[in-house]
C-alpha cells in the first residue's frame, strides 16, 4: 500500500476517456469497506456524469475550470443522521456548532482517502475538491440542508504526472508521549 500512497498525486488534467463503471463501483467499495465512529458509515457519493451538472459543479467550485476534463465527480456527502437519530430540523454549513458534524466529516473522509488510494492502484487520476459553500453546491444536486458535502473528488484517466510536492521530514512531526516544542 505505501507505494500507493507514494505514488498518489492531486490531477488536474484527464485524457477524454470514459471510466468504466466497474472502477467506480470499485472506488465506492473501497470507501464503504472504510472505518467510522461506532460504524455510522455517515457516507453517501453521488457520481456525476452529465456535462451540464459537471459545468455548475465547478461554477460553485470556485469556477475551477480544469474540473471539467474530468469524465467522473464523485460527489462525497455526510448524513449527520447517521448520528443525531431524533427528529429534528438541523441545516448545517461550514459554520455549523455540532460535534456530531465533526464526527461525520471525519468519518467521510477517510472514505474519500480509500476512493483516492484506490484510484492511484486501478491507474485512475483523483483530485479531492472543497472550495465551495455548502449553500452553493447542495441545490445543484438537490441535497438536504441536513446533510454535508465533504467533497468532489474528479475521477479520470491522468494526462499529467506531477512530481511529488516536499513533506516534512519525521522529526519535524512526531512528538513522544506529550508536545514538545
Known sequence: MIKEIRERRSIRKYIDKTVEDEKIFKLI??????PSGSNTQPWNF?????ETTKERLAKASH????MLSAPVFIVCVADICSRIKEN???SLNEDSPQQELKQIIRDTSIAIEHILLEANNLELGTCWVAWFTQEEIRPILNIPSNKYVVGIITVGYSNEKPNAR???????IIHYENWKE
Not at 29 to 34: G, N, T
Not at 166 to 172: A, F, G, N, S
Open 29 to 34: 467499495d473501497s470507501a464503504r469497506l472504510a
Open 46 to 50: 453521488i457520481i456525476v456524469k452529465s
Open 63 to 66: 469556477n475551477q475550470k480544469w
Open 88 to 90: 429534528i430540523n438541523i
Open 166 to 172: 516536499p513533506r516534512k521530514k519525521l522529526e519535524e
